[in-house]
């Protein structure tokens, strides 16, 4: 994906020689990606990698690790931490010269989601809420309410999905959407996304419900299946063209 990428690029004129590609990495797991795409690229296009970890207890485990102590050594690798606006990216990638390759594989389905519904014709946004009783003891409840999207990010769904979908819940993926919003606007709409996870892009399996979920999996710290219909149309939105594989 990224050789063709790289290729395209560089039959439009898009790509400045000498200037090396940044690659922004959201989840470096344990540094593997790194190693094996810098070693790839030897003797190719000059990369510098830069490895988001989720807090400082993450970055340190990377930096232990012997072969991200190497990579860190020669300055080809950086860590750093997921600063979630547009000032923090520009301290990090300052004013791309070149696209820019972000990978996020495995993050969005850890990151915030939000259920919302459907209803012939209503849009639904579900909230937990506390017990009658309002004990911590008490099981939260979902408390569905007709109305306008919490979150901005999410506006550019509603009309999409209500004339898609006659009678199902869904889950909207708006912590992808806000962490990845500051960052390609400071790409300025030129990057290669590329992620993998759990989920569906199948609005008729969304209208069928894969995408509904209870109070125990909003609750729970195992993530939940990616929205990438959702993901694919708001990026759409922005001028991106996206294509997908199951696997």
Not at 206 to 233: D, K, M, W
Request: hydrophobic share 40%.
């Amino acid at each position: 994906i990224l050789g063709r990428f790289l290729d395209v690029m560089r039959s439009e004129g898009g790509l400045q020689d000498g200037v090396p590609l940044l690659v922004v990495d959201l989840s470096p797991g344990d540094g593997e990606r790194a190693w094996q795409l810098l070693r790839l690229c030897e003797g190719g296009p000059a990369l510098r990698y830069l490895a988001i970890c989720a807090n400082a207890e993450e970055r340190e485990g990377l930096r232990s690790q012997p072969m991200v102590r190497t990579l860190l050594e020669s300055g080809r690798l950086r860590l750093d931490l997921n600063p979630w606006n547009e000032a923090g990216w520009r301290r990090l990638l300052g004013c791309p010269k070149n696209p820019v390759v972000i990978f996020g594989h495995g993050l969005f389905s850890r990151l915030r989601h939000d259920l919302y519904g459907c209803h012939y014709g209503q849009w639904l946004e579900a909230w937990l809420v506390s017990g009658e009783g309002e004990s911590p003891s008490e099981t939260p409840k979902l408390a569905w309410q007709e109305g306008d999207c919490r979150d901005a990010l999410v506006d550019f769904l509603k009309p999409i999905y209500l004339r898609g979908i006659n009678s199902a819940s869904f889950l909207a993926p708006t912590g992808a959407f806000e962490c990845l919003n500051p960052l390609i606007r400071r790409c300025g709409g030129r990057y290669l996304l590329v992620a993998s996870d759990y989920g569906t892009r199948d609005l008729s399996e969304i209208r069928l419900g894969a995408l509904a979920c209870g109070v125990e999996a909003l609750e729970g710290e195992n993530g939940l299946p990616v929205n990438f219909h959702a993901l694919s149309a708001w990026l759409e939105s922005k001028g991106a063209s996206c294509s997908s594989s199951v696997e």
